[in-house]
């Protein structure tokens, strides 16, 4: 069964990763440096999973009770600022110094990589706890959450990036977009674990992946014209 679901596992890395990769079509980066930023994910979750220990050393939650106000300082002081944290500081620190990161769709793409390396390592410590449908049910959309929430703040760093020129507006773009992926991440846990409401949580993920969409398409369409533009 462990290793049925490590197979499970692999094959939904396998997906994802070729998912977001199919989104920078111009200017592809190279493959070596999307496996290395899924590395890195796994670094990113091993530090998550440091500051969960922490956390409980100092007495907080290590998993919250049907309190509605213990979920809610779980939710939103812990799993969100955690995970979106140690996600934000391994890229900034080391990805998006690539200089490979050289245009706005790149820190989608490489947040998406790192996202799914953190996804990766926690089904793996999850898989001896569940059943092989819960298995294969999570290896699928684990990885697919995670992504959303890393993207929003990969959008600030590009906007920051190359959309910014004003110091004070660089930080309000990396700031506030981390923020808002923290507060994001903690209101789908939120629905999950105070209400098991499946479908609310489900419309987080669904808004932020239809904003993918539509932004990543916006982004392909100015490449191409800048490209067409140059050949002139």
């Known amino acids: 069964m462990y290793l049925q679901g490590i197979g499970f596992v692999f094959g939904g890395v396998l997906f994802w990763l070729i998912y977001f990769d199919?989104?920078?079509?111009?200017?592809?980066?190279?493959?070596?440096?999307?496996?290395?930023?899924?590395?890195?994910?796994?670094?990113?979750?091993?530090?998550?999973?440091?500051?969960?220990?922490?956390?409980?050393?100092?007495?907080?939650?290590?998993?919250?009770?049907?309190?509605?106000?213990?979920?809610?300082?779980?939710?939103?002081?812990?799993?969100?600022?955690?995970?979106?944290?140690?996600?934000?500081?391994?890229?900034?620190?080391?990805?998006?110094?690539?200089?490979?990161?050289?245009?706005p769709i790149d820190g989608m793409v490489y947040a998406a990589c790192i996202a799914i390396g953190f996804a990766s390592l926690e089904n793996i410590l999850y898989l001896p706890q569940l059943d092989w449908i819960q298995q294969l049910a999570r290896v699928i959309t684990s990885p697919l959450t995670h992504s959303l929430f890393a993207i929003v703040w990969g959008f600030g760093v590009s906007k920051a990036f190359f959309g910014e020129r004003r110091r004070i507006g660089r930080i309000l773009w990396q700031g506030g977009t981390l923020l808002l992926s923290m507060f994001l991440h903690g209101l789908y846990d939120f629905f999950l674990f105070a209400y098991r409401a499946t479908y609310l949580a489900s419309v987080v993920v669904l808004v932020l992946w239809i904003f993918l969409i539509v932004y990543a398409r916006r982004l392909i369409r100015t490449q191409k014209s800048q490209i067409a533009h140059n050949n002139i």
């Open 22 to 103: 199919l989104k920078d079509r111009y200017q592809r980066e190279p493959r070596r440096l999307l496996i290395i930023a899924f590395i890195l994910g796994n670094l990113a979750a091993i530090l998550a999973l440091g500051f969960y220990t922490f956390a409980e050393k100092i007495g907080l939650p290590a998993f919250p009770s049907h309190n509605i106000y213990e979920i809610v300082l779980y939710c939103f002081l812990l799993v969100g600022p955690i995970e979106e944290g140690s996600k934000f500081l391994i890229a900034r620190s080391l990805v998006f110094r690539w200089k490979h990161f050289d245009e």
